[in-house]
């Protein structure tokens, strides 16, 4: 009889950092560069100063919440004057991760249902949803802007930080009728700890120390050779190295 290989259910992904390349030129080892600075970088040195500044806050804990340093960070892009046309090429230059579509394609392979876990932006999102056929998708913001001026006119703010991530992971557990332990979750970011946490193996992608050491797998690229597939490499291996269901019935039946 052929062993019976189980794979894991769900595989909640983190996305820029995991699934998107992310800007390392402007990481300034406070919060991981994202598309937000990628914005602030574009409007000028002032815009991307004022940025800066609420990274402090956001560390120093001075925002009530996730929603709040959002906020914070929409009056930046409005007084600058982002325009829709300066948002959709800034996303445009926010690179798929190598080996991202391979590996999720994998995933879909093997029945694994898959899920982003972001506090960005939903354009970005929506363009790796598309793509990568992804089939559950949280993310912290979408802008509208006005058709007849293009300027930035309104938002739509989700509740993303950390309690409101894990939530959204057992919202679809629950709906899937799955346990945590049959799940995966893959980051890079020091706020992906608690998302690791929730999970029965949790896998650290090119990742933020701190990150590393509450994973059950690390994974380390050299910079500019950062391959997603080996992600799909390492759970194929995790699963490899388990019992299989018929070994474990066997012991049990042997106990009797």
């Known amino acids: 009889m052929g062993r019976h290989i189980t794979y894991p259910k769900i595989i909640f992904m983190d996305l820029e950092g995991t699934l998107l390349k992310k800007a390392i030129y402007l990481d300034n080892g406070k919060v991981p560069p994202s598309a937000w600075t990628l914005l602030a970088a574009n409007l000028g040195p002032d815009a991307l100063r004022e940025e800066e500044e609420t990274k402090d806050r956001w560390l ?36 798929e991760m190598p080996g991202a579509r391979e590996a999720v394609s ?37 802008y509208f802007f006005s058709p007849d001026t293009g300027l930035l006119e309104h938002w739509n703010l989700l509740p993303t930080d950390y309690e409101v991530k894990v939530d959204f ?9 799955v346990r945590k332990e049959e799940c995966v979750f893959v980051g890079d970011g020091q706020n992906d700890i608690w998302m690791a946490k929730e999970v029965g193996l949790s896998i650290a992608f090119n990742a933020h120390p701190d990150l590393k050491r509450v994973c059950t797998y690390v994974i380390d ?32 039946r042997s106990k009797g």
């Not at 992971?169 to 009728?177: D, I, S, T």
């Open 60 to 95: 120093r804990g001075d925002y009530g919440s996730y929603i709040g340093w959002m906020r914070d960070t929409i009056r930046i892009h409005k007084r600058y004057g982002l325009t829709a046309d300066t948002f959709a090429q800034v996303m445009d230059t926010v690179e």
């Open 106 to 142: 994998l995933f879909h392979q093997r029945g694994i249902v898959t899920a982003i876990i972001s506090g960005g932006f939903k354009a970005l999102a929506d363009r790796i949803q598309r793509n990568l056929k992804i089939g559950h998708a949280l993310t912290g913001c979408e």
């Open 169 to 177: 992971m057992r919202l679809l557990m629950r709906e899937y009728k």
């Open 221 to 252: 690229q050299p910079l500019g050779q950062e391959d997603f597939r080996a992600v799909a490499a390492c759970i194929d291996s995790h699963v490899a190295s388990q019992p299989s269901r018929q070994s474990k019935l066997s012991r049990s």
